[in-house]
Each structure stands twice: as C-alpha cells, then as structure tokens.
C-alpha cells in the first residue's frame, strides 16, 4: 500500500520562504505524476502544481513565478520550494501521487493528510 508523509510545513513571515516535501513509500516501481495541492479553511483544494516523471511541471497561476516543483524520481520524493509567501498562502499543503505502480499493482490517486503552512503578515 503506498503512503505519502509530506513535511516542512510551520509558520513563515509573510516574503519569506518554506520548502515542503513529500515521500511516498510501499514497494514502489515508479510514479507517474506528483503534485502538490492546498485547501484554506473554508476553501476547496485547490492546484499549486504538478510535475510528471519525465519532469515537466504545471502551476496554477496563483504559484507561478513563486513556487517551484521538483522531484527525485530515486528517492520518490517531490519537493515544493515556496518564495515570497503571502498570506493568502496560508493552507494545509497536501501532497498527490498519481497512477503509482507498486508490486501489488497500480494505485491511483493517492493522497498524502497534509502539511499546514502559515503565513503572517
């Protein structure tokens, strides 16, 4: 069964920056796309970004110029680097594995319970 532990998430001021990370465990062989997401209190989840194997990379616009996606496919593990945060940032970072094959089969879809980051003004 593949878990996701994301970490790094705590309180920044607001301009400063956080790198959160994600990885995902349980006899894996690879991972198609991984990406991160985040729900504000009384929001829906929404997209920052995503990255496929091959590495490109997607971002809601929100992320872009901002934030920066990465991942090392070896250790299965994907990284949001996160800049001049603001706080309308302020959200639980969930992490996002999409169509993970494993030695029992493919999984899809697996989500990670989250990292909270806040940002102070």
């Known amino acids: 069964q593949v878990q996701l532990v994301e970490s790094g998430g705590g309180l920044v001021q607001a301009g400063g920056s956080l790198t959160v990370s994600c990885v995902a465990s349980?006899?894996?062989?690879?991972?198609?796309?991984m990406g991160w997401y985040r729900q504000a209190s009384g929001k829906q989840r929404e997209l920052v970004a995503t990255?496929?194997?091959?590495?490109?990379?997607n971002y809601a616009d929100s992320a872009k110029g901002r934030f920066t996606i990465s991942r090392d496919n070896a250790k299965n593990t994907v990284y949001l680097q996160m800049n001049s945060l603001k706080p309308d940032d302020t959200a639980v970072y969930y992490c996002?594995?999409?169509?993970?094959?494993?030695?029992?089969?493919?999984?899809?879809?697996?989500w990670g319970k989250g990292t909270l980051v806040t940002v102070s003004s």
């Open positions: 996002n594995a999409d169509r993970v094959l494993t030695i029992g089969g493919l999984d899809i879809n697996v």
């Open positions: 349980g006899s894996i062989f690879s991972i198609n796309a």
């Open positions: 990255i496929t194997f091959g590495g490109s990379t």
